[in-house]
């Protein structure tokens, strides 16, 4: 699959004290919806800050559209709403993606035509010629997400698009990404909603302490802490771990929650076929029998709790401006 | 596309301004300012505002032309009071958030993600400052001619030099005010700042003002006592030759001896002289102390934007040397300072110290200016350039 982001070992120290970026590699590939997760102060925005050449970096190789990152040429192809942004409230929702159309190089005509296009694409059309300082922040979140899409974008790069934006909003916000990706448009997405992104991302990474920890489409990612679980009527002894473990020789086997459950680590429902055997024996009652796959959630926090540093909000001293 | 871009900026900063309302209220004053303007007038008896008319004895047609009463009053209070302080402060005023709302957290990243350069970008702001103050200025400036042209006959095109003249002389400041404003990210501390900074300037001015005016006091009283020396002198002169005629002895000459105190001939026969002299080497031991303060001075305003004097050109270009001969001379002040006063209040100071402002070079004042703001600019733009946001 052809790359809309590719860097290897992206690097940013700010003033020689915080590591912000550790060594970063990243590859997006084309058509898909890219959901990039970790605790604040992780790098997040940082990486996408350096993308963007808001940020330069400490070290970067790599290529953004196939173009050398910093090459400012490429971000015409590129669509960008920021986390916490502050449009003009001079503005109109229409001036505001007029003036942003231009500043990508739009055309007048067309930037008229897709400016309106998109204010009914985000509901927006009927706040069309009220000033933005008269908003709700989930207008303005819709409004940024049309302004991120004025130029006609192959990577659309969204900084918690969802930040402040109601259920029914989010769930517009979750269509329109779909629509995107339907097109065959990259979508890049920050974001500390885990539900959202599995939702809608194709694949993901998780970002700790300036380094990804982890990487890959979401079944790739729980794959090894998928399996059967055998729920208990009553909490088991010690030893029925060990009658399990015996059962199942070769297969993972642990205690969880209050010792009511056991968890194998295999998708096939043959190999614990000895397991359920041997615990009846025992005389276990066994109340239900179930297939157990991680949620992305699961996947944040062992990633964050394997690295804790990271997991404390300005756990590298990330100045401001560097959010994640 | 960098056409659009330009653009596109241009116009958000007239919408920030409009939002502000303080470039309606700006234009509206100095539309206020022309309509004053025009109610000026000048007539054999004296000079006129609406219908009030005000006798006065050099302010009238009889003296000055119509069309130098204009120039007269554009130079002396529509230029260096009206846009070089209210204007310019309003502007300053309006102007000073341009850059602090631009690099605020959550503005600059969607436009840094465009396709911009960054240099680019902030020179093309700092444009947008300056456009606000020239549309300002070429308002004031078309206003007066017109009055000019209508009022007094004489179309002087010469007046829309204000607008380059002010507008660069906006543009000193206003370079400070987009640094500081970059640099702390400050609406309020640019706008102080460079009021301080204004304030700075204007104490060179007036300590050049001081030093020159000391230096050319201390060179007019040399120049009194030489030539008091010299009357005094010939008086000796005569005194000797009537004693020759007379046969008396010449203190000096031949065995007679010079009296106590006497230091020659001359001064043995007139004691004034001696004091003459003395009086001439404490004036010429003040010279070279002026000239060194005015030196010194002179160098630290090379550092500096040269703020008075670019407004200055104006008036070097709108009244010529002999016009201002002939305003000076109205003034009367062609005697030389009573001996009692300090050199520097010698009535002919004023006009030698004007005289050397004007001589000053037009490459000094605009090139060390523009060399400052240059500097400053480029000081900043490289900030913008480097900076993470």
Redesign the interface.
């Known amino acids: 699959m052809e790359s809309v982001i590719d860097v290897t070992g992206v690097e940013k120290m700010y003033r020689r004290k915080v590591h912000a970026l550790r060594g970063v590699d990243l590859q997006v590939g084309a058509g898909e919806i890219f959901g990039l997760l970790g605790p604040n102060g992780a790098g997040k925005s940082t990486l996408v800050k350096v993308l963007l050449t808001v940020i330069s970096p400490t070290k970067c190789t790599g290529t953004l559209l196939g173009s050398k990152i910093g090459d400012k040429s490429a971000l015409a192809q590129v669509g960008y709403l920021p986390e916490h942004h502050n449009f003009p409230q001079y503005l109109t929702s229409r001036q505001v993606l007029r003036h942003f159309g231009a500043m990508a190089g739009v055309e007048r005509k067309a930037r008229n035509k897709r400016a309106d296009e998109l204010l009914e694409i985000v509901n927006m059309s009927e706040w069309a010629t009220h000033k933005l300082g008269s908003y709700s922040k989930g207008m303005r979140q819709r409004v940024g997400i049309a302004q991120a899409l004025m130029n006609d974008p192959k990577l659309v790069i969204l900084d918690e698009p969802t930040d402040g934006v109601d259920p029914i909003g989010r769930r517009d916000i979750r269509e329109i990404l779909l629509r995107l990706k339907d097109e065959g448009r990259t979508v890049f997405l920050n974001s500390h909603l885990l539900s959202e992104l599995e939702m809608v991302c194709d694949r993901v990474a998780i970002m700790v302490h300036g380094l990804m920890r982890q990487q890959g489409t979401i079944d790739e990612l729980t794959a090894d802490r998928s399996g059967f679980v055998i729920t208990a009527a009553s909490a088991m002894e010690s030893d029925a771990l060990d009658t399990a473990k015996n059962a199942v020789a070769g297969i993972e086997c642990m205690l969880e929650d209050t010792q009511t459950k056991l968890r194998f680590n295999t998708a096939n429902a043959d190999q614990i076929q000895p397991a359920i055997d041997a615990l009846r024996a025992r005389g276990i009652v066994i109340k239900s029998l179930g297939f157990h796959r991680p949620s992305l959630e699961d996947l944040f926090i062992k990633a964050v709790n394997e690295h804790p540093d990271g997991a404390k909000p300005g756990a590298q001293k990330e100045k401001k401006g560097a959010r994640s | 596309?960098i056409l659009?871009?330009t653009?596109?900026?241009f116009?958000?900063a007239y919408?920030?301004l409009?939002?502000k309302k303080l470039f309606w209220l700006t234009l509206g004053l100095n539309v206020l300012a022309v309509a004053l303007f025009a109610s000026l007038g000048i007539n054999s008896e004296g000079f006129s505002f609406l219908h009030w008319t005000f006798d006065a004895q050099f302010m009238n047609t009889n003296f000055i032309s119509k069309e130098l009463f204009y120039k007269i009053q554009f130079t002396t209070w529509g230029v260096p009071i009206w846009l070089s302080w209210v204007t310019t402060i309003l502007a300053l005023i309006s102007t000073a958030g341009i850059i602090p709302d631009m690099v605020?957290?959550?503005?600059?990243?969607?436009?840094?993600?465009?396709?911009?350069?960054r240099v680019r970008l902030f020179l093309t702001k700092y444009l947008t400052g300056l456009l606000f103050v020239g549309l300002q200025i070429l308002v004031f400036s078309v206003g007066c001619m017109l009055v000019l042209g209508i009022r007094a006959g004489a179309w002087e095109f010469g007046l829309l030099l204000a607008v380059p003249i002010v507008l660069a002389f906006f543009s000193y400041l206003y370079s400070v005010c987009v640094f500081v404003g970059l640099v702390t990210r400050s609406t309020i501390a640019a706008l102080l700042l460079t009021i301080l900074f204004w304030v700075i300037i204007f104490i060179a001015n007036t300590g050049d003002s001081v030093m020159l005016a000391q230096r050319e006091g201390a060179i007019l009283r040399v120049e009194d006592r030489q030539e008091a020396v010299e009357v005094q002198e010939r008086f000796a002169t005569k005194r000797i030759e009537q004693f020759r005629e007379q046969g008396k002895p010449v203190p000096g000459e031949g065995d007679e001896p010079l009296p106590s105190g006497a230091v020659d001939t001359m001064s043995a026969v007139n004691p004034t002289l001696t004091k003459a002299r003395d009086r001439l080497a404490d004036a010429e031991n003040s010279v070279p102390t002026w000239e060194t303060w005015a030196s010194r001075v002179f160098v630290l305003k090379t550092l500096l934007p040269k703020t008075q004097e670019t407004i200055g050109l104006l008036e070097r270009h709108l009244i010529s040397n002999d016009e201002l001969e002939k305003l000076n001379q109205m003034g009367g002040n062609n005697r030389a300072a009573n001996e009692n006063e300090p050199a520097m209040a010698d009535p002919r100071v004023p006009e030698r110290v004007a005289k050397i402002m004007r001589s000053r070079t037009i490459g000094w004042v605009l090139g060390t200016s523009f060399a400052f703001e240059i500097i400053l600019l480029g000081l900043s733009t490289i900030i913008f350039v480097?900076r993470?946001?």
């Not at chain 2, 605020?104 to 350069?117: A, D, H, M, R």
């Open positions: 596309m659009m871009q653009k596109a900026i116009i958000d919408r920030e409009n939002a605020s957290g959550g503005t600059i990243e969607p436009v840094l993600s465009k396709p911009i350069g480097r993470d946001f």
